[in-house]
């Protein structure tokens, strides 16, 4: 029976913070193999990469959450015993509630009030200096995501709430201060939503059937039950601080704009969906998630390798979306690769792979697309504006990472 090749370092812990998002490609290229194994937090972890582990990784019948996602990423990214770590009837129960939120006519509403954000902003930029794209774009989508959910959201709330919807995220691979500003912005956000759920169930707070709000507020779980106040707040904070989290793509294709100016008048022919194409390469280039984790269910082997019952998994998020063998020049931003690409589920997942409703694949990932295509078009035509000299590195050994301007803008003009 072949043995999973060892990562000869003691422990990879520390590694993993020094090197960030390419720690587990590095090694799949050093020891030439989709599967090897370290240690992480004391605990062994078997690393998988590439498109057939992916498969592999996304077999429900072989893996469970429960246990696979550390507490520091609950605590701030997710919330604690949220989705992300249910398993079975009980995840399968509540993704058809969050899938129920994203169909059609509830993407295009959505779509719709972002659209009159953009203007709005556009205008105000005209008056400003300079703007900071990524801080600008957290505000428009979460104005437009607490619309689309029915979140009450006062005017003088908007600056904190985004702040606070970002900073949960930027808190999932931070240490120390980035990690308690993570925290301190979970308990905020879940208290306000406690409050909201609170509201709806006593009836004070009138929301349309169908909304999210109403959704999760009176969502039965698996067992009939209402979800308890807490519950419904991490999911309705859930429901809407992805769509927040776009502002992080929204940047990078601003950066991939500036630097690729070519593909401005591609985007422009209306007889060629271009963006579609355009947004998919800015989702595989620029980084997000770094892996993703899960646990073995039972014992069993893949290529004779054995895989034993509660161990952990690390698919390789970032690793498998530059693999050569499905992405040649992999280093290379060209949009044109996507015009072959075949809708795998395995090769390309940037948001997770493999099936919605019974995985964990993210359930807002078409919102992602049509938003991200909706902010180059605006980018693109919406507006004129200057690229100032400016930092546009962004540090792979941060995680979330950004531009690390955020992408100023100067000299806006709307041009509707
Ligand atoms: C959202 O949920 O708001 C969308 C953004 C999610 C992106 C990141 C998902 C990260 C998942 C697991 C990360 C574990 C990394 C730990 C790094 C030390």
Redesign the pocket.
Known sequence: MPKIFRDPSFDSTLD??REGYPFLYNRSQRFDSDIFQIRLMGLPAICLHGAEAAELFYNPKLFIRKGA??R??QTT??GVDAI?TRDNGEHRCRKEMFMALMGPASRERLMSLLAGEWQRYAHRWEQLDKVVLFREAQEILCRAACAWAEVPLAEDEVSKRARD?GD??DG??GVGPRHWRGKQARSRGEKWMRSIIRAIRKGKLPVREGSPAHTVAWYRDADGELLDVQMAAIELL?AT??I??IA?YITFAALALHEHPAYRQLLRNPADDYAEVFVQEVRRYFP??????AIVREDFTWHGFQFPKGTMVLLDVYGTNRDERQWPDPEVFWPERFRQWQDNPYDFIP?GGGEYLTGHR?A?EWITIEAMKQAVAFLNDGIRYDVPAQDLYYDLTR??TLPASGFVLTNVRATG
């Open positions: 993993v913070l996602v550390p520091r990423v990214l997710m992300q919807f949960m995220v999932f691979g859930n601080r992805p927040v989290a992080t997000f998630t770094p892996f993703v984790g948001q993210c807002g995680m979330p």
